[in-house]
């Protein structure tokens, strides 16, 4: 089965500095991953995905990740933190190998910024 | 401005009682998925439709939690009987593919607290 495991739970950074979210991936088949953000009380919303196009995959407020695949990795990252992008982040993986396309989805990362 | 919507947003029961969730995907999608986030376990995928066909419904609890679609505007999860370790958000998501490359629309979330 397709899994995705997102290494730190919490992670802070200073306003401006570099983001850097973790998620690496298991897969037999090339996989499509997608990276989801989540704001207080609200529903999760894409920010980019790969889906074996680009390896470097850029989305929504300046955000973006590479898919490395001899690293297994498809980390998310942002030069310059702001304030607005304290939120809860979710690395997902959509599971080609069973043939069912469902969306199975990290245990998340919850980044702070620092004023 | 599309958008998938669920009802209620808020839901407080007592133990016992029967908990029904209701989710109106964006008209056009043909997938469907129910998830349940909580602290401890995160986003957990209880039930997965496609052309309102149940295709996987492996991560949910058969004996008391029940997930249908009567026709394409509705989706519902059901809960009965239910119990305190069922207090979580829940999650409807709808997608226009069933390739698994598409995005996954959430809608805002039901919060159920089982007292």
């Known amino acids: 089965a397709q899994s995705v495991t997102q290494l730190g739970s919490h992670v802070s950074v200073s306003e401006g500095a570099l983001v850097l979210l973790r998620c690496n991936y298991s897969?037999?088949?090339?996989?499509?991953l997608f990276w989801y953000v989540q704001y207080p009380n609200q529903g999760l919303q894409l920010l980019l995905k790969?889906?074996?196009?680009?390896?470097l995959v850029k989305g929504i407020n300046g955000f973006e990740a590479e898919f490395k695949k001899s690293e297994t990795s498809f980390h998310l990252t942002k030069p310059s933190a702001h304030m607005s992008d304290a939120a809860e982040y979710f690395c997902?993986?959509?599971?080609?190998?069973?043939?069912?396309?469902?969306?199975?989805f990290g245990t998340g990362t919850r980044l702070k910024v620092l004023a | 401005d599309a958008r998938v919507t669920q009802t209620p947003r808020h839901k407080v029961t007592e133990m016992g009682q029967e908990v029904t969730m209701r989710c109106q995907p964006i008209?056009?999608?043909?997938?469907v998925f129910w998830y349940r986030q909580t602290m401890m376990q995160g986003l957990e995928l209880l039930a997965y439709?496609?052309?309102?066909?149940?295709?996987?419904d492996s991560g949910m609890p058969k004996d008391r939690f029940s997930a249908e679609m009567p026709d394409a505007t509705l989706a519902t999860l059901k809960i009965q009987p239910s119990e305190p370790r069922d207090s979580a958000v829940y999650f409807c998501?709808?997608?226009?593919?069933?390739?698994?490359?598409?995005?996954?629309?959430f809608g805002e979330g039901s919060r159920l607290t089982v007292l």
């Open positions: 998501a709808s997608g226009g593919t069933s390739g698994g490359t598409g995005e996954l629309f």
């Open positions: 897969s037999s088949v090339p996989p499509y």
């Open positions: 790969y889906t074996s196009a680009a390896t």
């Open positions: 997902a993986v959509s599971d080609r190998a069973s043939g069912t396309y469902k969306y199975i």
């Open positions: 008209l056009g999608h043909n997938t």
């Open positions: 439709f496609r052309n309102r066909a149940p295709l996987d």
